[in-house]
Nanobody, 120 residues
Framework: QVQLVESGGGLVQAGGSLRLSCAASGRSLSRYAMSWYRRAPGKERELVATIVDDDDTTNYVDSVKGRFTISRDSAKNWAYLQMNSLKPEDTAVYYC?????????????WGRGTQVTVSS
């Protein structure tokens, strides 16, 4: 069973930076795409960024492009989200996700989340 544990969240002023980390255990995630999602109070869960497993191509939601960077260390089973120029609207619980397409469909693993709060 895969376990994902996020860390690095906290309280930061607008314009500041945080680096979220996601540590995976249980199996190698080198063949999984890794994503970060977030859920702000009263809002739906939102896909923030994804890094694929084969060529490390990345994708971002428009609202974070140029400010956030997703990366991974497949050998060590880690994923990261560097968040710069943070805005109050980035306040949310951030979740790490690992996923791939298996024989029976999409396989997802989730962390429990880490709170990010950006003060104005």
């Amino acid at each position: 069973q895969v376990q994902l544990v996020e860390s690095g969240g906290g309280l930061v002023q607008a314009g500041g930076s945080l680096r979220l980390s996601c540590a995976a255990s249980g199996r190698s995630l080198s063949r999984y795409a890794m994503s970060w999602y977030r859920r702000a109070p009263g809002k739906e869960r939102e896909l923030v960024a994804t890094i694929v497993d084969d060529d490390d191509t990345t994708n971002y939601v428009d609202s974070v492009k140029g400010r956030f960077t997703i990366s991974r260390d497949s050998a060590k089973n880690w994923a990261y989200l560097q968040m710069n120029s943070l805005k109050p609207e980035d306040t949310a619980v951030y979740y790490c996700n690992a996923h791939r397409i298996g024989w029976s469909g999409r396989i997802d693993y989730w962390g429990r989340g880490t709170q990010v709060t950006v003060s104005s």
